[in-house]
């Protein structure tokens, strides 16, 4: 069974960090683009960072110079981490992974290959 399994997520005062991570098992993802995207309660889910086989990464506008995304492919694992948050940060984060290049349509359909249940982090003022 293939999984992707978030964790890392918790509570943080505005101006805090963290740092999520995301597991892969039931295979290898070295091929795969893999990035976060986020919900916030009533909003629609929408795309915080992503990382290339090649290691390659793009942002979403909010989280530019906030945000920083790695990956181990040897871990078959990425990474979010997360500076200076704010409380609109606030969300349930989702890893996600796809044979798709960033940016394609999958990635702004939001049909992805694969996607974890989500790690909540809220942020508090």
């Known amino acids: 069974q293939v999984q992707l399994v978030e964790s890392g997520g918790g509570l943080v005062q505005a101006g805090g960090s963290l740092r999520l991570s995301c597991a892969g098992s039931?295979?290898?993802?070295?091929?795969?683009?893999m990035g976060w995207f986020r919900q916030a309660p009533g909003k629609e889910r929408e795309f915080v960072a992503a990382i290339s086989w090649s290691h390659t990464s793009a942002y979403g506008d909010s989280v530019k110079g906030r945000f920083t995304i790695s990956r181990d492919i040897a871990k078959n694992t990425v990474y979010l981490q997360m500076n200076s948050l704010k409380p609109e940060d606030t969300a349930v984060y989702y890893c996600a992974a796809d044979k798709e290049t960033i940016g394609g349509s999958a990635w702004l359909s939001l049909r992805m290959d694969y996607w974890g249940k989500g790690t909540l982090v809220t942020v508090s003022s």
């Open positions: 039931g295979r290898t993802f070295s091929t795969y683009a």
